[in-house]
């Protein structure tokens, strides 16, 4: 399965670009291979995000593995401080 992080490149909200890179830069620390899919391109993509997350309001970053929905970055995090990373990326 392939992990996919909705992303917006040109977000004006400097907490969702720390965000986003906190998530790519732990993935880029484990060597996990990710694909990024930046929801400004294409307002398709916006509204596949929150449809896939089950949120007509979803913000970046969301997480997905394959089709199966990991979460935002709230749950990212806290997966992370409870050590419970592969869990969260359903790995």
């Not at 917006?8 to 670009?17: D, F, P, V």
Request: hydrophobic share 35%.
């Amino acid at each position: 399965m392939t992990i996919t992080i909705y992303m917006s490149s040109a977000s004006g909200s400097r907490e969702i670009k720390k965000q986003q890179e906190a998530i790519f830069q732990f993935l880029d620390s484990k060597n996990i291979k990710y694909f990024a899919k930046d929801i400004t391109q294409d307002p398709q993509v916006k509204a596949e995000m929150r449809e896939k997350a089950g949120n007509p309001k979803a913000l970046p970053p969301q997480v997905f593995n394959g089709s199966q929905y990991c979460g935002d970055y709230q749950a990212f995090f806290d997966a992370v401080e409870d050590g419970k990373p592969e869990k969260f990326f359903k790995l």
